[in-house]
């Protein structure tokens, strides 16, 4: 009886946390788009206005900037998102979950990808008995794996926005080579990253000798990494938190460049009519991803290796 208050605190200051990120993305989002007056960041994608749209922004342009604020933070409360900009008969929610999904899909695979691929890589490096291959996989995780993700994984959108074809919402964007070129393009800093770690790790520690007393014993390399297979994934569990989240935002804050079907063509079209209320709706859904998932990777960790603490 004596933890419900305690537990009632912890909850409150977790909400007031969440909240108070919200406002401020809200806020955030809000006046950077009026000082850029609205404008889209890509023309191709701008569905040209309505002559009643036009003097529906103009109406809206007119009042001011306080009462913008206000109406636009009411709209949003209320569920007033206007309609969808690619369908005027359908509300816009109809399509935020459609984006939602697709954009997680390729978030989530690329996170896998990337975690198996490193896993594979960093036993060659350190198993393969050419010592060019080794080197040459070294030098690989060195060179990319040592860059912050954040430098890295802006860097694999833009090369991707030239060579990847544009996707746009519709049926097409499930094909497959393209769909394949995407997740694996978006997974190789990631993949550096965690070879890097996985390699370090069972370089230098315990692990290292584990495996070879599990190898002498006879047991394959799947059963021996299976037997291994918390320690061994321990050093990146921390880093999928932070992938995701980054992913996300890099599917939809880089999406006019990359076009795929995320969430960041509604945000693009949003920011053309001045419909704060879709862009603030994208830009939570990306606030709420990261909120989510940092704390799901904290618990992970924590699961995987309690000493260690908290981490992100």
Same mark, same amino acid.
């Given at each position: 009886?004596?933890?419900?208050?305690?537990?009632?605190?912890?909850?409150?200051?977790?909400?007031?946390?969440?909240?108070?990120?919200?406002?401020?993305?809200?806020?955030?989002?809000?006046?950077?788009?009026?000082?850029?007056?609205?404008?889209?960041?890509?023309?191709?994608?701008?569905?040209?206005?309505?002559?009643l749209?036009?003097s529906?922004?103009?109406?809206?342009?007119?009042?001011?900037?306080?009462?913008?604020?206000?109406?636009?933070?009411?709209?949003?409360?209320?569920?007033n998102?206007?309609?969808?900009f #690619?369908?005027?008969?359908?509300? $816009?929610i109809?399509?935020?979950?459609? *984006? !939602? =999904?697709?954009t +997680? /899909?390729?978030t989530? &695979?690329?996170v896998?990808?990337?975690?198996?691929?490193s896993?594979?890589l960093?036993?060659?490096?350190?198993?393969?008995?050419?010592?060019?291959?080794?080197?040459?996989?070294?030098?690989?995780?060195?060179l990319?794996?040592?860059?912050p993700?954040v430098?890295?994984?802006?860097?694999?959108?833009?090369?991707?926005?030239?060579?990847?074809?544009?996707?746009?919402?519709s049926?097409?964007?499930?094909?497959?080579?393209? #769909?394949?070129?995407?997740?694996? $393009?978006?997974?190789?800093?990631?993949? *550096? !990253? =965690?070879?890097? +770690? /996985?390699?370090?790790? &069972?370089?230098?520690?315990?692990?290292?000798?584990?495996?070879?007393?599990?190898?002498?014993?006879?047991?394959s390399?799947?059963?021996?990494?299976?037997?291994?297979?918390?320690?061994?994934?321990?050093?990146?569990?921390?880093?999928?938190?932070?992938?995701?989240?980054?992913?996300?935002?890099?599917?939809?804050?880089?999406?006019?460049?990359?076009r795929?079907?995320?969430?960041?063509?509604?945000?693009?079209?949003?920011?053309?009519?001045?419909?704060y209320?879709?862009i603030l709706?994208?830009?939570?859904?990306?606030?709420?991803?990261?909120?989510?998932f940092?704390?799901?990777?904290?618990?992970?960790?924590?699961?995987?290796?309690?000493?260690?603490?908290?981490?992100?």
């Amino acid at each position: 009886m004596d933890n419900k208050p305690h537990y009632f605190l912890r909850f409150s200051l977790v909400m007031l946390q969440f909240f108070t990120y919200l406002l401020v993305s809200y806020s955030a989002i809000f006046f950077i788009m009026h000082v850029a007056s609205g404008s889209p960041l890509n023309h191709e994608t701008v569905i040209p206005l309505t002559s009643l749209e036009s003097s529906t922004i103009a109406l809206y342009l007119q009042a001011p900037l306080f009462s913008q604020y206000l109406s636009s933070l009411k709209n949003l409360i209320l569920l007033n998102w206007g309609h969808s900009f #690619f369908n005027s008969l359908d509300p $816009l929610i109809y399509y935020v979950p459609q *984006a !939602l =999904f697709i954009t +997680l /899909l390729f978030t989530i &695979l690329t996170v896998i990808l990337a975690v198996f691929l490193s896993a594979f890589l960093a036993l060659i490096t350190v198993f393969h008995p050419k010592k060019w291959i080794r080197r040459s996989l070294l030098l690989f995780i060195l060179l990319l794996g040592s860059l912050p993700h954040v430098v890295a994984a802006p860097m694999l959108f833009l090369f991707a926005s030239h060579y990847v074809p544009s996707i746009i919402i519709s049926s097409s964007w499930l094909d497959l080579p393209k #769909f394949s070129t995407i997740v694996l $393009l978006l997974s190789v800093p990631y993949i *550096a !990253l =965690f070879t890097k +770690l /996985l390699y370090v790790d &069972l370089s230098n520690t315990p692990h290292w000798f584990h495996l070879k007393q599990l190898l002498a014993l006879g047991f394959s390399i799947k059963q021996s990494l299976w037997q291994l297979r918390y320690q061994i994934l321990s050093p990146i569990s921390r880093y999928i938190g932070i992938a995701i989240p980054q992913l996300l935002s890099g599917f939809i804050l880089v999406e006019d460049l990359f076009r795929i079907p995320a969430l960041g063509t509604l945000s693009i079209e949003a920011i053309n009519r001045r419909d704060y209320p879709v862009i603030l709706v994208t830009s939570m859904i990306f606030s709420l991803s990261i909120w989510i998932f940092t704390r799901l990777a904290t618990s992970i960790q924590h699961k995987l290796d309690p000493r260690g603490g908290t981490v992100l």
